[in-house]
């Protein structure tokens, strides 16, 4: 999808579900680590809108942004995050305020 927007230019890193194979998937921190050592270390944050995306964040020991629209799994309220935010406009200044 990103080809045909051409959009894949603008990212450094692009994982999916299955990039590592299904043994390595979310909840586990591995695609995590893995996309934040291609994008030459540093700060981090796992943005997601499912307890998968939560999980994997805290196992990778990065913040944790929910989103209110999308997928969830549960309710937000049993969101395990650091901050919840109700579009993308709210995305910058959430990783600013959690030091990313």
């Known amino acids: 999808m990103l080809d045909a927007l051409g959009l894949t ?47 994997a964040g805290r196992a990778a020991g990065v913040p944790v942004v929910a989103c209110r629209f999308g997928y969830h799994d549960v309710p937000l309220t049993e969101m395990d995050c650091d901050v919840l935010i109700d579009d993308l406009y709210g995305l910058v200044p959430a990783i600013e305020n959690l030091g990313c």
């Open 9 to 55: 230019h603008r990212f450094t890193a692009i994982y999916g579900g299955d990039t590592l194979g299904r043994e390595r998937a979310k909840p586990l921190p591995d695609m995590l680590h893995a996309a934040m050592t291609e994008c030459g270390g540093g700060r981090a944050a796992m943005i997601g809108d499912s307890t998968y995306d939560m999980r």
